[in-house]
């Protein structure tokens, strides 16, 4: 791969994109869904971008003829390589403090999550070192985490709050959130995720009333979050309780998700339909009554075959929602218990583990991730580079969009553009 001309420079959030840029001569050029489930490519393809955003797609004889790319401020030849949108993460906790490889091994010797988070710890040992830790320190965590995602082509993530459960840290979590956005090339998308667990000594009950009548007012002030969130699960949260909070941020204006069917289900998919979710994420234990549900309101189904092959659990099932003509998103669902920040690793777990098509698992980190997140659509639109588009890019080193979950043991990305700047160059990351 040639970088023909531009400066090479960094680009941090914030900092103004290149006036144009060009990529061309990629062996295959993902632009963006088709009319099923899979996506659109173009062979020998070639975009052209004015100001951050995608003006021009096409073959590269086609692009070059009105978008010189001697003339661009950034010219990338990708020189019969793959190149894709940048990869959307549409769920992650990557924001916290601590250390659980301990639990990686417990899990070995047969004990369940369930069995952990029974014992103290899981979700509430991470809580504990969330309060103890400052902001300073969760933003340079989420920093590193973000700098690990993009080198690996992610260009869009969502992070969750919910490791503080309490509006003091809750509050601090978003902040973290925030800070690490205004310093990062990549979009971040942040979602409010106070009802993540009970706290210790507390109940449900208790605890879903403070969610409703204090946190949800005090994230509204603070104006960060765009999502509201809930674990609604076997031992958490009952789908009552799952739907007065994503009501309540609702009415706050946050948009809901909800974390269904992970471990039992307990009419969560119920829930999402009902109150419009963006997004219905995990559903392993899904059946077909719930998946109509979700298909017939329209919630984007987020499955996350790291959890599955973390925890040792059977796959989500991707195929009764691909036969109904629903893309499936896909996401890392980072976090202390599933350590994986690679969509590219995700991609090949949609193909390996639930039978997904390559094209559809690489439109499953790409379009469908974006619908998870309300941002496929209008003159934001990601996950996509089509004329209007972000000029989101990814350059791999390989040659097929098969290769992207083929490649089973090394990350393809080469190249990574944000908005038209180039954020990552031969694999590794530019930020300033």
């Known amino acids: 791969m040639r970088e023909e001309s531009g400066s090479g420079e960094s680009a941090t959030a914030g900092s103004e994109p290149p006036e144009r840029t060009v990529v061309h001569g990629a062996s295959e050029l993902v632009v963006g869904p088709d009319d099923g489930v899979e996506v659109e490519t173009i062979t020998d393809g070639a975009f052209a971008a004015e100001d951050g955003r995608v003006v021009a797609i096409g073959t590269t004889d086609e692009v070059l003829r009105e978008y010189p790319a001697g003339s661009a401020d950034v010219a990338v030849d990708a020189d019969g390589r793959l190149v894709t949108p940048g990869f959307v993460d549409p769920h992650s906790h990557a924001v916290f403090a601590g250390d659980r490889t301990d639990e990686f091994a417990a899990k070995l010797r047969g004990k369940s999550y369930e069995d952990i988070l029974a014992e103290g710890g899981g979700i509430l040992r991470t809580v504990r070192a969330v309060r103890e830790a400052d902001e300073a320190t969760l933003t340079a965590n989420l920093l590193e985490h973000l700098d690990v995602m993009?080198?690996?082509g992610t260009t869009t993530v969502e992070v969750k709050s919910g490791y503080g459960l309490s509006t003091e840290s809750e509050l601090k979590l978003l902040r973290a959130i925030d800070a690490a956005a205004e310093a990062h090339p990549v979009s971040v998308v942040p979602t409010f995720m106070g009802a993540h667990a009970v706290?210790?000594?507390d109940d449900a009950e208790a605890y879903t009333r403070r969610v409703v009548d204090e946190q949800i007012p005090a994230v509204a002030e603070q104006g960060i979050a765009d999502f509201c969130d809930v674990f609604c699960e076997r031992g958490v949260f009952s789908a009552d309780q799952s739907r007065r909070i994503l009501e309540a941020g609702r009415e706050a204006g946050l948009t809901p998700k909800i974390h269904a069917d992970e471990f039992a289900d307990v009419g969560a998919t119920g829930v999402a339909a009902d109150?419009?979710?963006?997004?219905?994420?995990?559903?392993?234990?899904?059946?077909d009554d719930g998946a109509d549900r979700l298909v017939e309101a329209g919630v984007t189904p987020v499955l996350l075959p790291g959890t599955a092959f973390a925890l040792g659990e059977a796959y989500a099932d991707a195929r009764r929602f691909l036969d109904a003509g629903t893309p499936v998103a896909l996401a890392t669902d980072f976090n202390p218990n599933c350590f994986a920040r690679s969509m590219g690793f995700v991609a090949t777990l949609g193909c390996v583990g639930m039978g997904m098509t390559p094209a559809e698992s690489?439109?499953?980190?790409?379009?469908?991730?974006?619908?998870?997140?309300?941002?496929a659509d209008g003159a934001g639109g990601v996950g996509t580079l089509r004329p209007g588009a972000p000029a989101d890019a990814v350059v791999h080193g390989v040659g097929k969009l098969v290769d992207v979950?083929?490649?089973?043991?090394?990350?393809?990305?080469?190249?990574?553009?944000?908005?038209?700047?180039?954020?990552?160059?031969?694999?590794?990351v530019a930020r300033e």
């Open 362 to 375: 690489v439109r499953g980190v790409t379009h469908a991730a974006a619908e998870a997140l309300d941002r």
């Open 275 to 287: 109150v419009g979710a963006a997004s219905a994420d995990h559903l392993l234990r899904t059946d």
């Open 199 to 201: 706290p210790d000594g």
């Open 405 to 428: 979950p083929y490649s089973l043991d090394v990350n393809t990305v080469e190249t990574v553009l944000s908005k038209g700047s180039r954020v990552v160059a031969d694999g590794r």
């Open 150 to 152: 993009l080198a690996h």
